[in-house]
Protein backbone atom coordinates (compact mmCIF):
# COMPACT_ATOMS: atom_id res chain seq x y z
CA UNK A 1 0.00 0.00 0.00
CA UNK A 2 1.13 3.77 -0.62
CA UNK A 3 -0.38 5.88 1.86
CA UNK A 4 -1.16 9.19 0.74
CA UNK A 5 0.30 11.81 3.25
CA UNK A 6 -0.70 15.30 1.57
CA UNK A 7 -2.77 16.90 4.38
CA UNK A 8 -1.91 14.39 6.99
CA UNK A 9 -0.40 15.70 10.19
CA UNK A 10 2.51 13.39 12.06
CA UNK A 11 4.33 13.55 15.28
CA UNK A 12 8.04 12.37 15.40
CA UNK A 13 9.88 11.41 18.58
CA UNK A 14 13.30 11.49 18.43
CA UNK A 15 15.88 13.72 17.06
CA UNK A 16 18.89 11.07 15.53
CA UNK A 17 19.26 9.79 12.04
CA UNK A 18 16.04 7.64 11.55
CA UNK A 19 14.00 10.56 12.57
CA UNK A 20 15.50 12.55 9.72
CA UNK A 21 15.14 10.31 7.33
CA UNK A 22 11.44 9.66 8.73
CA UNK A 23 10.72 13.02 8.72
CA UNK A 24 12.40 13.94 5.12
CA UNK A 25 9.91 10.87 3.98
CA UNK A 26 6.37 12.83 5.22
CA UNK A 27 7.48 15.98 4.18
CA UNK A 28 8.31 15.35 0.39
CA UNK A 29 5.18 13.38 0.16
CA UNK A 30 3.26 16.34 1.60
CA UNK A 31 2.73 16.07 5.10
CA UNK A 32 3.32 17.91 8.03
CA UNK A 33 5.91 17.19 10.92
CA UNK A 34 5.53 18.18 14.97
CA UNK A 35 8.57 16.95 15.89
CA UNK A 36 9.69 16.93 19.50
CA UNK A 37 12.72 15.89 21.11
CA UNK A 38 15.48 17.04 23.57
CA UNK A 39 18.05 17.41 21.24
CA UNK A 40 18.92 17.07 17.38
CA UNK A 41 21.58 16.24 15.42
CA UNK A 42 23.54 18.54 13.62
CA UNK A 43 22.02 17.12 10.73
CA UNK A 44 18.96 18.98 11.31
CA UNK A 45 20.46 22.35 10.52
CA UNK A 46 19.42 22.70 6.85
CA UNK A 47 15.81 21.10 7.66
CA UNK A 48 14.24 22.30 10.99
CA UNK A 49 13.90 25.75 8.86
CA UNK A 50 11.23 24.03 6.76
CA UNK A 51 7.72 25.58 6.76
CA UNK A 52 5.94 22.57 7.44
CA UNK A 53 8.00 21.19 10.34
CA UNK A 54 7.02 22.13 13.98
CA UNK A 55 10.05 21.77 16.34
CA UNK A 56 9.15 21.77 20.11
CA UNK A 57 12.57 20.61 22.27
CA UNK A 58 11.97 18.62 24.98
CA UNK A 59 11.59 15.31 26.46
CA UNK A 60 8.49 13.34 25.79
CA UNK A 61 6.62 11.66 28.73
CA UNK A 62 5.46 7.61 28.77
CA UNK A 63 2.01 9.61 29.98
CA UNK A 64 1.27 11.56 26.72
CA UNK A 65 -0.84 10.79 24.28
CA UNK A 66 -0.81 12.25 20.39
CA UNK A 67 -3.42 12.39 17.99
CA UNK A 68 -1.79 13.23 15.06
CA UNK A 69 -2.69 10.99 12.07
CA UNK A 70 0.36 9.41 12.43
CA UNK A 71 3.04 9.01 15.04
CA UNK A 72 7.09 7.84 14.38
CA UNK A 73 8.66 6.53 17.54
CA UNK A 74 12.12 7.36 16.66
CA UNK A 75 14.12 6.93 19.87
CA UNK A 76 16.48 4.23 21.63
CA UNK A 77 13.83 3.85 24.50
CA UNK A 78 11.82 0.87 24.34
CA UNK A 79 9.86 1.36 27.62
CA UNK A 80 8.42 5.00 25.92
CA UNK A 81 7.81 3.24 22.91
CA UNK A 82 5.62 0.63 24.62
CA UNK A 83 4.24 3.39 26.71
CA UNK A 84 3.15 5.61 23.70
CA UNK A 85 1.68 2.91 21.28
CA UNK A 86 -0.58 1.93 24.44
CA UNK A 87 -1.96 5.44 25.07
CA UNK A 88 -1.56 5.69 20.54
CA UNK A 89 -5.16 7.87 19.45
CA UNK A 90 -7.81 5.69 17.81
CA UNK A 91 -6.61 4.78 13.85
CA UNK A 92 -3.59 5.94 14.26
CA UNK A 93 -0.61 4.80 12.49
CA UNK A 94 2.57 4.25 14.28
CA UNK A 95 5.52 3.26 13.02
CA UNK A 96 8.57 2.28 15.82
CA UNK A 97 12.12 1.92 14.54
CA UNK A 98 13.21 -0.26 17.21
CA UNK A 99 10.57 -3.05 16.03
CA UNK A 100 9.12 -3.02 12.17
CA UNK A 101 7.16 -6.13 12.91
CA UNK A 102 4.69 -3.95 15.42
CA UNK A 103 4.86 -1.16 13.19
CA UNK A 104 2.00 0.27 10.92
CA UNK A 105 3.93 1.33 8.82
CA UNK A 106 7.17 0.59 6.51
CA UNK A 107 9.56 2.99 5.03
CA UNK A 108 11.16 0.92 1.75
CA UNK A 109 13.41 1.78 -0.41
CA UNK A 110 12.08 4.22 -3.25
CA UNK A 111 12.92 4.28 -6.98
CA UNK A 112 11.47 7.10 -8.46
CA UNK A 113 11.60 8.21 -12.32
CA UNK A 114 9.12 10.21 -13.75
CA UNK A 115 5.52 8.94 -12.91
CA UNK A 116 7.48 5.63 -12.27
CA UNK A 117 7.77 4.53 -8.51
CA UNK A 118 8.82 1.53 -7.17
CA UNK A 119 9.23 0.51 -3.26
CA UNK A 120 11.18 -2.04 -2.01
CA UNK A 121 10.96 -3.52 1.44
CA UNK A 122 12.63 -6.77 3.10
CA UNK A 123 10.56 -5.82 6.43
CA UNK A 124 13.53 -4.57 8.20
CA UNK A 125 15.62 -8.15 7.48
CA UNK A 126 18.50 -6.85 5.45
CA UNK A 127 18.90 -2.76 4.65
CA UNK A 128 21.86 -3.71 2.80
CA UNK A 129 19.83 -6.07 0.53
CA UNK A 130 17.62 -3.89 0.02
CA UNK A 131 20.05 -1.44 -1.33
CA UNK A 132 21.77 -3.77 -3.48
CA UNK A 133 18.62 -5.10 -5.09
CA UNK A 134 17.72 -0.91 -5.80
CA UNK A 135 20.66 -0.27 -7.24
CA UNK A 136 19.81 -4.04 -9.53
CA UNK A 137 16.50 -2.80 -10.61
CA UNK A 138 17.87 1.22 -11.27
CA UNK A 139 20.60 -0.42 -13.61
CA UNK A 140 17.77 -2.53 -15.30
CA UNK A 141 15.33 0.59 -15.78
CA UNK A 142 15.23 2.05 -19.43
CA UNK A 143 16.87 5.50 -20.41
CA UNK A 144 13.28 6.38 -21.68
CA UNK A 145 10.81 5.27 -19.13
CA UNK A 146 10.24 8.56 -17.89
CA UNK A 147 9.23 9.47 -21.29
CA UNK A 148 7.57 6.21 -22.10
CA UNK A 149 5.06 6.68 -19.45
CA UNK A 150 4.05 10.40 -20.08
CA UNK A 151 3.18 9.50 -23.56
CA UNK A 152 1.00 6.30 -22.22
CA UNK A 153 -0.36 8.49 -20.02
CA UNK A 154 -1.57 10.91 -22.39
CA UNK A 155 -2.32 8.33 -25.19
CA UNK A 156 -4.68 6.63 -22.75
CA UNK A 157 -6.53 9.88 -21.96
CA UNK A 158 -7.26 9.89 -25.84
CA UNK A 159 -8.37 6.60 -26.14
CA UNK A 160 -10.99 6.63 -23.33
CA UNK A 161 -12.29 10.19 -24.95
CA UNK A 162 -12.76 8.55 -28.15
CA UNK A 163 -15.77 7.52 -29.28
CA UNK A 164 -14.32 4.31 -30.61
CA UNK A 165 -15.91 1.12 -29.12
CA UNK A 166 -14.71 -0.23 -25.27
CA UNK A 167 -13.56 -3.38 -27.11
CA UNK A 168 -11.43 -1.60 -29.35
CA UNK A 169 -10.13 0.95 -26.73
CA UNK A 170 -9.06 -2.01 -24.63
CA UNK A 171 -6.95 -2.96 -27.43
CA UNK A 172 -5.44 -0.16 -28.36
CA UNK A 173 -4.28 0.71 -24.25
CA UNK A 174 -3.19 -3.29 -24.57
CA UNK A 175 -0.93 -2.67 -27.65
CA UNK A 176 0.49 0.60 -26.48
CA UNK A 177 2.50 -0.62 -23.84
CA UNK A 178 3.84 -3.50 -25.85
CA UNK A 179 7.39 -3.44 -27.24
CA UNK A 180 6.72 -3.28 -30.30
CA UNK A 181 4.55 -0.27 -30.36
CA UNK A 182 6.00 1.47 -27.72
CA UNK A 183 9.52 1.67 -29.31
CA UNK A 184 8.35 3.05 -31.92
CA UNK A 185 9.76 6.25 -33.11
CA UNK A 186 6.38 7.17 -35.03
CA UNK A 187 4.19 5.56 -32.13
CA UNK A 188 1.66 9.04 -31.95
CA UNK A 189 0.94 9.34 -35.37
CA UNK A 190 0.61 5.24 -35.28
CA UNK A 191 -2.08 6.04 -32.43
CA UNK A 192 -3.53 9.11 -34.19
CA UNK A 193 -4.14 6.32 -37.37
CA UNK A 194 -5.71 3.77 -35.77
CA UNK A 195 -8.02 5.98 -33.90
CA UNK A 196 -9.30 7.34 -37.46
CA UNK A 197 -9.47 4.08 -38.92
CA UNK A 198 -11.32 2.58 -35.92
CA UNK A 199 -13.94 5.65 -35.77
CA UNK A 200 -15.15 5.51 -39.56
CA UNK A 201 -16.00 1.80 -38.72
Known amino acids: ?6 GR ?3 VIGGGSVALRRTRTVIEAGGSVYLITGCLTSEWTALIPHPKIT ?10 CFLSDAL ?11 ALMKNRAPRQLVYRADNASRSDIHFPA ?29 NQLSDTTE ?4 FLKHARERILNSRIHSSEKRFL ?3 LA ?17 LDEMGKI
Open 173 to 175: VDA
Open 9 to 11: SCV
Open 72 to 82: LLCTNDKNLHD
Open 110 to 138: IIRKGLLTIALSTSGASPVYTKRLRKKIV
Open 147 to 150: EDLL
Open 178 to 194: STEVLTRVDRESWLSKQ
Open 55 to 64: HEKRMVSKRE
Open 1 to 6: MLLQWQ
